[in-house]
């Protein structure tokens, strides 16, 4: 049973320019959210998207973006790149269907570790 | 005032030994509740949900009190593999965004 998977793992970046990172969420999962961990932080929520469109968003701005497709996968957009978007970015997917106890609890892909210089 | 709060620590504990983590949370709607931990540059792992009745996993026990809105995360038997930072998480609303404390740093030594 494949967990979720994001790509590329590492990624370094100038001021200014663009970048997408890509997620693709658990088996059986339909709902994707993105998150945000600065070192020595907590994650902050990005978004979350189901059913291809962001259902939910934290308080970000409008630089960042994102995407669901038809086989629930998802990327994240983020415009004009500042020093203080280098952080760690999580993937995290969850199933909108609640079983139980367990429903709703979401589970992270390895992350994506951006660099702006 | 930040929505989920925690010790951030470092707890330095021996191996063997009981130690404890709490978390306060702001909101008072608050749904569910979650402890998670994550290693030194990877991705936080869901360790246990956390219900009104407490729940026990092996040597791990968290416990939840809506009226005082704190959560408590209980490690028996500490060990070395438990070194790690544990964060609170706490969902507002079912299904949507996760909400995280800063984390608490175990350390757990020989």
């Known amino acids: 049973d494949a967990g979720v998977t994001q790509s590329p793992t590492h990624l370094i970046k100038t001021r200014g320019q663009q970048v997408t990172l890509r997620c693709s969420p658990k088996s059986g999962h339909d709902t994707v959210s993105w998150y945000q961990q600065a070192l020595g932080q907590g994650p902050q929520f990005i978004f979350q998207y189901y059913e291809e469109e962001e259902r939910q968003r934290g308080n970000f701005p409008d630089r960042f973006s994102g995407h669901q497709f038809p086989n629930y996968s998802s990327e994240l957009n983020v415009n004009a790149l500042l020093l203080g978007d280098s952080a760690l970015y999580l993937c995290a997917s969850s199933s909108s269907i609640g079983l139980g106890r367990n429903s709703y609890e979401q589970y992270f892909g390895p992350g994506t570790r951006l660099t702006v210089t | 005032r930040k929505e989920v709060e925690q010790d951030p620590g470092p707890f330095n504990v021996p191996e063997g030994a009981t130690v404890a983590f709490n978390c306060t949370y702001s909101n008072s709607a608050s749904q569910s509740f979650f402890w998670y931990r994550q290693d030194c540059r990877k991705e936080p792992k869901l360790l246990m949900s956390v219900y009104s009745s407490g729940n026990e996993d092996g040597r791990f026990t968290a416990q939840l009190n809506r009226a005082s809105q704190y959560i408590s995360l209980l490690i028996r038997d500490s060990k070395l593999s438990d070194s790690a930072t544990y964060l609170c998480?706490?969902?507002?609303?079912?299904?949507?965004?996760?909400?995280f404390g800063g984390g608490t740093r175990l350390m757990v030594k020989p």
């Open positions: 998480v706490v969902n507002e609303n079912a299904g949507n965004m996760l909400t």
